[in-house]
């Protein structure tokens, strides 16, 4: 990207924005026994027979949604990421808890709390609908799944295949998400080995980082990077000087900045593009941990190649999102639950 691109982008858009807050091919035939079954694996057209136009009848919701209420999309694309690394693909990010409980549910872990209402409201309006045309067919994470992809592809990013056949998980713990998640200034060892730990390699991690081409992040999770950059008392000196200066002047070292939060892609923050990249090669980068993928010998060659190739991006996102989408899925009864309410585990 041409850094001459950035200042109309730095004053106008940079500007902090409030916050508002197949089937498994599960053989049917007798000829197969039981025993000898091939693996349930989730496909294409997993709900083929049972509900077939269960994408039509999500993307009813998410374009309507995008349309009225687009901070859903990037939210949304966050939760699906958020349901995968914990417990797997399983919906169990989208569990409400127990009032009364002691045992709080994923949700509620701190890591979470800043997962957007919307996201919950896109899926739980598409559940209901879905309960509607196909009752107690179609499981929350499977919606989850197509959910994300939608809204990758409303904000101008591919579109790829959704497999499905996912069940939903019997366990929601506020105390496994910690371990799980990616924190904003992990270091990229940190980040490479949860991802390996997901079976993802370190080129999928660039990838799916590209995922910050849109949405927004709360200054405390930059905040440092602005003050005092590993105990300093200095500015992160990679960051570049007017980024710093803008983004100074929406989050104060204390306080008042809670509900304040700045775009990822200071340059397109509304488009899905390979912008995110571009951004890191000029030291726009938001997050320590979007940053630093640019400075890691590892990382780095991917960053360049994606920064040159939107379509190379496109390719190797849809993919790596099969992929994750594909992490620690339960299949069947005696491992999931089909929801009825996304937020409620089954009776
Ligand atoms: C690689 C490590 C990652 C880290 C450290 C990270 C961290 C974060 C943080 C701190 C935020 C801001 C949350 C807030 O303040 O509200 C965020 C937002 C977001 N993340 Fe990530 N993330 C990572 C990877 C991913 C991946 C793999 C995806 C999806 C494939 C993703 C998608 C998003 C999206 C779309 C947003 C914007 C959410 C919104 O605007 O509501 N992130 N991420």
Redo the contacts with the bound molecule.
């Keep these: 990207m041409s850094l001459s691109l950035v200042p109309y982008s730095l004053i106008t858009i940079l500007l902090i924005l409030p ?1 508002t807050s197949y089937s498994l091919n599960m053989s049917t035939s007798s000829a197969t026994t039981p025993a000898r079954r091939a693996p349930r694996q989730l496909s294409v057209d997993y709900y083929a027979r049972t509900c077939p136009h269960v994408e039509q009848l999500v993307a009813t919701v998410t374009s309507q949604q995008f349309r009225e209420v687009p ?1 859903s ?6 939760l ?2 958020h349901d995968c ?1 914990v417990e797997g693909c399983d919906g169990s990010v989208l569990i409400s808890t127990k009032p009364g409980s002691k045992q709080w549910a994923e949700k509620d872990a701190e890591d979470n709390k ?3 209402v ?2 919950f409201d896109s899926i739980n309006k598409a559940k209901s609908l879905l309960e509607t045309k196909c009752p107690g067919v179609v499981s929350c994470a499977d919606i989850l799944a197509i959910a ?1 992809r939608d809204f990758v592809h409303l904000a101008g990013g591919p579109y790829y295949p959704v497999k499905k056949g996912r069940w939903d998980g019997r366990f929601s713990l506020a105390s496994n998400v910690n371990l799980n ?6 270091t990229v060892n940190e ?1 490479i080995k ?2 390996a730990s997901k079976g993802l390699t370190p080129d999928d ?1 660039v990838v ?5 081409t ?5 200054c ?3 905040v440092n990077r602005l003050y005092d950059y590993k105990g300093t008392k200095q500015p992160d000196p990679s960051i570049d000087p007017r980024l710093l200066k803008a983004l100074r002047m929406s989050c104060p070292p204390f306080g008042r900045s809670g509900t304040v ?1 700045a775009p ?1 892609d200071v340059t397109t923050p509304f488009l899905f593009d390979n912008a995110y990249y571009q951004n890191l090669e000029a030291r726009l980068g938001l ?1 320590t ?2 940053q630093q ?1 640019f400075f890691d010998a590892r990382t780095k060659p991917m960053v360049q190649a994606l920064a040159k190739d939107k379509q190379r991006f496109f390719q190797a ?1 849809s993919v ?2 099969d992929k ?1 989408g594909s992490i620690g899925v339960k299949r069947g009864r005696k491992h999931g639950e089909k929801r009825k309410y996304c937020s409620v585990h089954a009776l």
Aim: aromatic residues 16%; proline residues 4%; hydrophobic residues 60%.
């Design positions: 916050l901070v999309g990037p939210a949304t694309i966050r699906f990421f690394f800043d997962l957007a919307e996201a994300a998640v990616p924190h904003s200034n992990s980040l949860l991802f991690l799916l980082s590209g995922a910050h849109i949405g927004f992040s709360h405390k999770n930059f939060v990822f997050l941990s979007d993928l996102f790596a999102m994750m």
